[in-house]
């Protein structure tokens, strides 16, 4: 036995460095197979090149016109051809962080997205508890009505909830005896009224998403909780949630990107942004600078500083999305 070991050990130390075996059978072929690691990983790249290409064109160029657009002094004037166009530099740029406006209105739209984040969220979550808690019709009553609002239009569904909360016909102020109390005069009804149709139309994704992932728990831990005599609420809180922990960071992300540009609910229900501009978003006011007031250079400016901050928001969404790709 100790003569065995004693072979063994020389035989792997006359192996020449770099080597770890014997040489594949076959000569030159076995050479030959170690590109295929590389020609593989550059597969799913010929895939994905056409919708690059298109998807580049259809990007790319319009961000790059923006920036441009944002460096020089662009108004109604040079668009018609009557003024020439001049170079400003960060000129635009230094001239909207001098607004007082601006940063209201940026502030103004942290605070509304954050809010229609936590309120799409907290619907969305308790309806997919709900799912999974209701028999087979009203669960699939309740997802095709979700559904519905999903699909609704953003132009259709405010005018609907512009309808539903009128001053002198909406069945709303009737129901809670508000007379004509009009919700789109004072600015914090108006933002409210914004957020129920926001919330409105946003939490199917987040319903559907998490009731999917509540359907991946196994029911033996979920009945293990029960026996333990846990709530509905503990149950999510200490069991769910934290299982739940990576579907609820990718509709946490997404809803922020999406409520944080949110454009159409607020025009159509405030009428532009509201009475002397007190329901202004970043959208909203940069649309009103570039075809209002017809200053196309700080719309542009504008529209480059939600880009940078989207990104930001979107990188961070990527890096969450790694780590949790190494976890799982």
Known sequence: MTGSVSQGVIERRRVPAGRSGPRPRGGGRGSAAAPRPSASSRTPWLYLA????????????????????????????QVSGGEPTTFEGFGNYAELFGDEQFWQVLLATVVFAAACVAGTLAVGCALAVLLTQVRAVPRLALMLAALGAWATPAVTGSTVWLLLFDADFGPVNRMLGLG??????????????????????SFPFVMVT??????????EVLEAAALDGASQWRIWRSVLAPMLRPILVVVTIQSVIWDFKVFTQIYVMTGGGGIAGQNLVLNVYAYQRAFASSQYSLGAAIGVVMLLILLAVTLVYLRLLRRQGEEL
């Open 180 to 201: 004509d109390h009009s919700w789109t005069y004072g600015r914090y009804s108006a933002f409210f009224l914004v957020l129920l149709e926001v919330v409105w139309c």
């Open 210 to 219: 998490v009731y999917a992932g509540i359907r991946a728990v196994p029911a």
């Open 50 to 77: 056409p919708a690059l290409v298109v998807l580049g064109g259809l990007l790319a160029y319009p961000i790059y016109q923006l920036g441009l657009i944002s460096l020089f002094h662009y108004t109604q004037a």
